[in-house]
């Protein structure tokens, strides 16, 4: 019969049951994990694979470093990618970022090169963790070491996360490596084949490129006007175009395996030349010269040669080049225009004509001798005559000076014509008139070649001009001041007159000898201000006729002596001065006696207060009061000849005037400030010693 367990025994078997079932639900979770991490990688491995697919249709470097930044977040499920590719060979670096905010770009950048340049491999992926405890923005990153694409190129690649968005990705461990390696490596593979691919369309586009331009020069050589002879790398000939057999007369089968020199050098060859041509062949190296050569018929011509030497790839001599071409026309021509233009030097020397001439092209500039000459410059000295010249130009006449060329380049204008004043440096500064005559000159294509002229010093004519002008601005104003002196005549000297003549009268009809004392007096005050008017008109004229006489004068003393015992006068220093004394006393005598003549009536407290200032190359005189004062209105009409700006005023108006004219003769400056009611300031700026220059 079968054996019964005993309870002990059940429980027992019980337990070893339960005990399986789990270890069966773990192995069940372990598989199902499994799974899971093998569903995952199989993802991440298709990821990769797309990266391969869309890597595979770019043909553009740089977009293909944007598709490994975009498929390095895809296929690591990191949140921050970072490529760095380099051409050493134009010295270029390109960087792309994904997954940081634009602010936090720099940062980013800093700190993962910083950690790759602590943390420095040599080959592989590696791993570094900064930690919650780091001050940056990134808590751990995966970087690559420098793939080397060529001797040339070379990418960085890079994934990492940040702090803030730690908690959302993966954690970055060493099984992360193992994918993030596969996709570096796809990356080296994927971009050589596409640097190669571009290299090599690049040489096929040479190559299509180079036998286009073969069959242009083949073309160019066969029908060239010049000629061309193609020589072996000891110089004997090859080949020559049909332009070197009309040119020469001598046929390709005539002369292949000869020296040029052989049949075209005649005894007319200078030595010279035939030395300078030697040598540069001896040394492969290229020469360009003129020489004169004799054709198979005998006839001499200019020919002007260009000889280049060859190299192959190597560096290896294989042939030289000479391109030939007859110049006779010109060289007669250029003789011809020699001797005109000596002939054209004569002339503009000896009508002191300065001749130019500007190469646009070349930027060459040539004078004749007379430019160099106004200019104290020899001719033998190495200098850009153009820069020379424009640097002279005064610079108040620069803008028009360049405007005016600028019509002349862009052809508005054909022909310039202008005075302009120069600076000549060489001269102490010295400034001189021009008058100038530019000339373009354009080519077929309308662009401009040249540009010729002429200068011609003008100095003494504007000088004479200038002369004449201000002799006429003087008779104008005498004319004004004589109209203004008839005025006066009619007026300020018939008053007084018509005065003396009615108090003669009544003298003739008084019987009082009171009478006759008071109209005594009243007549010596009519001819005592006749006498004034008279003597300020006198004055007035000698300042515009009498040479400015210097004098060493104490100004104090002299305001001291016009003022007399008046106790309100102050001064500010005894400054000694060199200037006119006379005009300097005739000055200060207006400008006080108008202060106190234009005084407040019944004011009480009336002052005339005078500074003097001695600055050294100038001195200052200010003579300040608090009269009536002066309108503003009226006073830009004070220094006007017999003008009055108060009804009060018994003089002649002539004091402020003489005073404007006095200062204009000692090249000095009068200013007037003045409120009505307030009273008045003159300041005088007079230079010290103005006669010393």
Known sequence: ?????????????????????????????????????????LVMHKR???????????????????????????????????????????????????????KDEPTVIDELEHSMAANSIQKGVEIVHLGEESNGIITSCMYSSIIHINAHM????????????????????????????????????ILSNIIIAQQNREQMST????????????????????????????????????SFE???????????????????????????????????????????????????????????????????EEGNHINFIALQKDITAEENYKKEL???????????????????EWDCVKNITVWNSVLHKFYGIKEEEDLNRNTVWYDS????????????????????????????????????????????????????GKKLVRIVGSSIDITEEKEYESRLIDKNTELEKINKELDQFIYSISHDLRSPLLSIKGLLTLIETSVDESESKLYHELIGKSVGRLDNTILEILAYSRNARVDIQRDAFNLKEIVEQLFEDLSFMAAEGEPIIVSDRTRIETLLKNLISNAIKYRKKNATDSLVHVK???????????????????????????????????????????????????????????????????????TLILPNNPLSA
């Open 1 to 41: 019969m079968p054996h019964t367990l005993s309870p002990e025994e059940l429980y027992q078997k019980y337990l070893d049951l339960q005990l399986r079932v789990t270890r069966f639900s773990s192995i069940e979770q372990e598989l199902i994990n499994t799974r899971d991490q093998l569903d995952h990688e």
């Open 48 to 102: 990769l694979l797309e990266f391969n697919a869309e890597a595979l249709k770019l043909s553009s470097e740089k977009d293909f470093i944007h598709l490994v930044a975009e498929s390095l977040i895809d296929v690591c499920e990191s949140q921050i990618a970072y490529v760095s590719f380099i051409n050493k060979r134009n010295t270029e670096r390109f960087l792309v970022l994904e997954g940081v905010r634009k």
């Open 154 to 189: 070379n990418i960085v690649i890079a994934t990492a996360v940040s702090k803030e968005k730690a908690p959302l990705y993966p954690a970055i461990k060493d099984r992360s490596k193992i994918l993030f390696s596969l996709f570096a490596q796809q990356v080296e593979s």
């Open 207 to 242: 190559i299509a490129n180079a036998q286009i331009e073969l069959k242009k020069l083949s073309l160019i050589a066969t029908k060239a006007k010049s000629g061309v002879i193609i020589s072996d790398s000891m110089g004997r000939i090859e080949w020559v175009n049909n």
């Open 246 to 312: 009309q040119t020469t007369g001598f046929k390709l089968e005539e002369v292949i395996g000869k020296k040029p020199k052989e049949f075209l050098q005649s005894d007319l060859t200078s030595k010279e030349d035939k030395e300078k041509m030697a040598s540069a062949l001896a040394a492969k190296k290229s020469v360009e010269l003129t020489v004169l050569n004799k054709s198979k018929s005998g006839q001499h011509y200019y020919n002007q040669l260009v000889i280049t030497p060859v190299f192959d």
């Open 338 to 356: 020699i001797q005109i233009n000596s002939r054209f030097e004569l002339i503009t020397n000896g009508a002191n004509i300065g001749m130019w």
């Open 393 to 444: 130009i005064h610079p108040d006449d620069k803008e028009d000076m360049e405007e005016n060329m600028s019509l002349l380049s862009s052809g508005k204008k054909h022909v310039i014509e202008q005075n302009y004043r120069v600076i000549r440096q060489r001269f102490n500064n010295d400034i001189r008139y021009v008058k100038s005559l530019s000339q373009g000159i354009w080519d077929e």
């Open 612 to 682: 003097m200032k001695n600055e050294g190359a100038s001195f200052m005189i200010e003579v300040i009061d608090n009269g009536e004062g002066i309108s503003e209105r009226n006073q830009k009409k004070v220094f006007d000849m017999f003008y009055r700006a108060s009804s009060s005023s018994q003089g002649t108006g002539l004091g402020l005037a003489m005073c404007q004219e006095i200062v204009k003769k000692l090249k000095g400056e009068i200013k007037l400030t003045s409120q009505l009611g307030e009273g008045t300031t003159i």
